[in-house]
């Protein structure tokens, strides 16, 4: 696949050896000033060692928890005739990514439960503390208190590098991630990020591996060859959060486009997309048979994967002491931003009238929405 774009922000940065991690840790809880190199330190090693989580094929093992109401709730009461989607995260309280994660997926929940998917949180916070949130926040779905993080412990996803001081749950955090599950109990994909900034959208592992019809059409675009659609699995998304996608496309009939990899001289079907938004797209290139000389015929897709610009949270990491200005500069304000898809071709008819390429441009926009609020101080002196 063609990756285009590179990834920014302070976790490249490394860090000396020697840098103490819970003593960074403490600093920042406690409201002293980290500096910019420190910080990449806390990243870095909080993100080591992410997990793939289960596997398909693998059953879930069961469980009953509260939901923010109080009510307790077994995995097997929570999927719908299609299956049920999991998202774990570290807290609902302190980690500002994970309090815009929740809030986000508010954004999927009547589009996959239409598509027969049952969808629930998990955070490893006490009653309360989901209960407040899920109410802060209007939660649509149910938010399961794993105090203690004893559930996401059996399914192996504590994280082992996280500090025990300040308000990290005394160090018992999973990795964020989500788990994709058929009606069953039984995994159809997982998917765990390796850099907490970035939290998957919450319609993704459905659009990937079982219903693209849960996703939202962007932009559209026809000519006499070719209707084309950019679909993404939401239009509203928080800063840094990873997206899926694709560009579906008819091909009219008695017409035909040539693959990515066509020989010379002939053009083989390109696309490439863009937006302020976005920090990284991988495209796979479009295949169709194994003759020498292929042709695609008829509906044809171009999968995308999306990674939206790292933007620190407002009510979190942009307040720590004396990374306030580097922060800021990193923030991307919410509201409406441009995405532009050009597919580039070139089409013959079936009568052996080939066309001079060609370039199909769509053009749309998505909404990035701002930051959560928060119901109570989390660092000290606010």
């Known amino acids: 696949m063609h990756m285009s ?17 819970a003593a960074i840790v403490e600093r920042l809880v406690s409201g002293e000033a980290v500096s910019w190199e420190e910080f990449n330190h806390h990243l870095a090693v909080q993100n080591a060692g992410a997990p793939r989580g289960p596997r398909p094929g693998e059953r879930l093992l069961e469980f009953s928890l509260p939901d923010q109401s109080g009510a307790m709730r077994a995995l097997s009461s929570l ?12 807290t609902s309280h302190w980690c500002g990514y994970c309090r815009n994660q929740l809030a986000a997926l508010n954004h999927s929940v009547a589009k996959m439960r239409a598509a027969g998917f049952g969808v629930a949180a998990i955070a490893p916070d006490a009653p309360d503390l989901v209960g407040e949130f899920a109410q802060f926040a209007k939660l649509e779905y149910p938010l399961l208190a794993d105090e203690g993080a004893a559930y996401v412990e059996r399914l192996g996803l504590l994280n082992p590098n996280m500090s025990s001081s300040g308000r990290q749950n005394g160090g018992r955090v999973p990795y964020p991630g989500h788990i994709l599950l058929d009606a069953s109990g039984v995994v159809r994909a997982s998917e765990f990020t390796d850099d907490l900034r970035h939290r998957l959208d919450g319609a993704s592992l459905v659009f990937e591996h079982v219903n693209a019809e849960v996703g939202e059409v962007v932009g559209a675009a026809s000519d006499d060859v070719l209707g084309a659609e950019l679909i993404l699995s939401s239009k509203v998304f928080q800063g840094g959060q ?63 994967r999306l990674r939206l610009k ?8 942009r307040r720590l002491r004396g990374l306030s200005d580097e922060l800021e500069k990193l923030q991307t304000p919410p509201g409406d931003y441009a995405v532009t898809a050009e597919l580039k071709y070139q089409a013959c008819s079936s009568d052996g009238v080939c066309l001079p390429p060609q370039t199909l441009t769509l053009e749309g926009f998505v909404s990035l929405a701002p930051d959560i609020g928060k119901t109570r101080p989390f660092f000290a002196g606010e």
């Not at 774009?5 to 991690?21: L, V």
């Not at 999927?79 to 570290?90: D, F, M, P, S, T």
């Not at 696309?271 to 920090?279: H, I, Q, R």
Request: charge should be negative; hydrophobic fraction near 40%; charged fraction near 20%.
């Open 5 to 21: 774009g590179e990834s920014k922000g302070p976790a490249e940065n490394a860090a000396k050896p020697e840098q103490d991690y």
């Open 79 to 90: 999927a719908r005739e299609r299956g049920l989607l999991i998202v774990v995260v570290r």
């Open 242 to 304: 990873d997206a899926r996608g694709m560009v579906r496309v008819k091909i009219a009939p008695g017409w035909s486009i040539y693959p990515a990899e066509a020989p010379a001289p002939y053009q083989g079907a390109r696309l490439a997309v863009a937006s302020p938004v976005l920090e990284s797209i991988v495209v796979a290139p479009l295949a169709c048979g194994h003759e020498a000389i292929a042709r695609c015929e008829g509906d044809v897709q171009f999968p995308l």
């Open 310 to 317: 790292w933007s620190p949270p407002v009510h979190g990491s």
